[in-house]
């Protein structure tokens, strides 16, 4: 009510007192039961008969039934990625088991060490990328 006859009021002419609005924080939306880890460092990913790619970011995201979405940044600035399953997970550490990779078939294991603030301190993991063998590895700089 107080809106609408300060707008009546203004567009008479009528000036009014300045009209002191409530702050509006802004907050980031959280989705429930999404656990989220990333990192920058250095590792090293290694498909069998092709040569060794450096790994310069990893990310991890969990939803609530323990599906794994894992991207990692390649210092030529491709990104590769892999979904899995959580199949063990501690108070520092996760393992997963590979599932895909984006429209390939991906089988495997990754065992990871996170610290605080969702830092990965640490990423292990070998399995097979459409057939051929892989190694994966990386480390917090």
Request: net charge positive; proline share 4%; no cysteine.
């Amino acid at each position: 009510m107080m809106i609408t006859a300060t707008l009546l009021a203004l567009s008479a002419g009528v000036h009014s007192p300045a009209i002191q609005l409530p702050a509006i924080v802004a907050q980031r939306a959280q989705p429930t039961g999404i656990t989220f880890y990333a990192d920058r460092g250095e590792g090293l990913f290694r498909i069998h008969g092709r040569r060794r790619q450096k790994v310069t970011f990893m990310s991890i995201v969990i939803d609530p039934q323990k599906v794994a979405d894992i991207n990692m940044q390649l210092a030529d600035g491709h990104s590769i990625g892999f979904s899995g399953n959580v199949i063990q997970q501690d108070a520092y550490n996760l393992r997963i088991r590979l599932t895909s990779s984006g429209m390939a078939d991906a089988h495997g294991t990754l065992n990871i060490r996170y610290g605080p603030q969702q830092s990965i301190l640490n990423l292990a993991g070998k399995g097979q990328l459409d057939g051929q063998p892989f190694v994966l590895t990386f480390r917090r700089k």
